[in-house]
T-cell receptor
Framework: NAGVTQTPKFRILKIGQSMTLQCTQD?????MYWYRQDPGMGLKLIYY???????DKGEVPNGYNVSRSTTEDFPLRLELAAPSQTSVYFCASSLNWGSTDTQYFGPGTRLTVL | KQEVTQIPAALSVPEGENLVLNCSFTDSAIYNLQWFRQDPGKGLTSLLLIQSSQREQTSGRLNASLDKSSGRSTLYIAASQPGDSATYLC??????????WGAGTKLIIKP
């Protein structure tokens, strides 16, 4: 199992550009998540999905969009990139939502917006 | 609103020492508390998960405790090794089933 994979690893965007961060998991997990981590801060939840076709907003959804057409894939779309979106983005997945379920993380995408 | 704080932000100790990392949270209504390890350029790895009804969990040289009433957890690392150098993150699963994260403690173990 590859676990959770993310592409690209690094990306530099100009203000106003758009891009999609890819996330794939091969563990047949129901739940998937997108977080951002700013320097010296904890992770913040952007969006999450409880299954194919179902997504919901997290704490910091503005400026982002997601879709979940399959169990495996959960891409994150940035429209009109802004410097405030410079961050490290992590995708994660978990089998279920319960108190015993932990999340498995991808290696992250470091995004810089100039 | 749940807030999670980790102190210290950074810690450097000689190899072989036992050490304690601290995590505090403001709302005791949690489902669990988890400790993760983050290595540079890599994702986060779950170390220990303590359910709200439990007091502690152990895995090898790691022991995590939970005192829900006081809003505190500690991660104890025994006989530290250079390979333990990493950032350790604490997260609580709140009443909305979302993880609320601390900023982490960056640990350096000196050979």
């Amino acid at each position: 199992n590859a676990g959770v994979t993310q592409t690209p690893k690094f990306r530099i965007l100009k203000i106003g550009q758009s891009m999609t961060l890819q996330c794939t998991q091969d563990m047949n997990h129901n739940y998937m998540y997108w977080y951002r981590q700013d320097p010296g801060m904890g992770l913040k939840l952007i969006y999450y999905s409880v299954g194919a076709g179902i997504t919901d907003k997290g704490e910091v959804p503005n400026g982002y969009n997601v879709s979940r057409s399959t169990t495996e894939d959960f891409p994150l779309r940035l429209e009109l990139a802004a410097p405030s979106q410079t961050s490290v983005y992590f995708c994660a997945s978990s089998l279920n939502w319960g108190s015993t379920d932990t999340q498995y993380f991808g290696p992250g995408t470091r995004l810089t917006v100039l | 609103k749940q807030e999670v704080t980790q102190i210290p932000a950074a810690l450097s100790v000689p190899e072989g020492e036992n050490l304690v990392l601290n995590c505090s949270f403001t709302d005791s209504a949690i489902y669990n508390l988890q400790w993760f390890r983050q290595d540079p350029g890599k994702g986060l790895t779950s170390l220990l998960l303590i359910q709200s009804s439990q007091r502690e969990q152990t895995s090898g040289r790691l022991n995590a405790s939970l005192d829900k009433s006081s809003g505190r957890s500690t991660l104890y690392i025994a006989a530290s090794q250079p390979g333990d150098s990493a950032t350790y993150l604490c997260a609580v699963k709140d009443s909305n089933y979302q993880l609320i994260w601390g900023a982490g403690t960056k640990l350096i173990i000196k050979p």
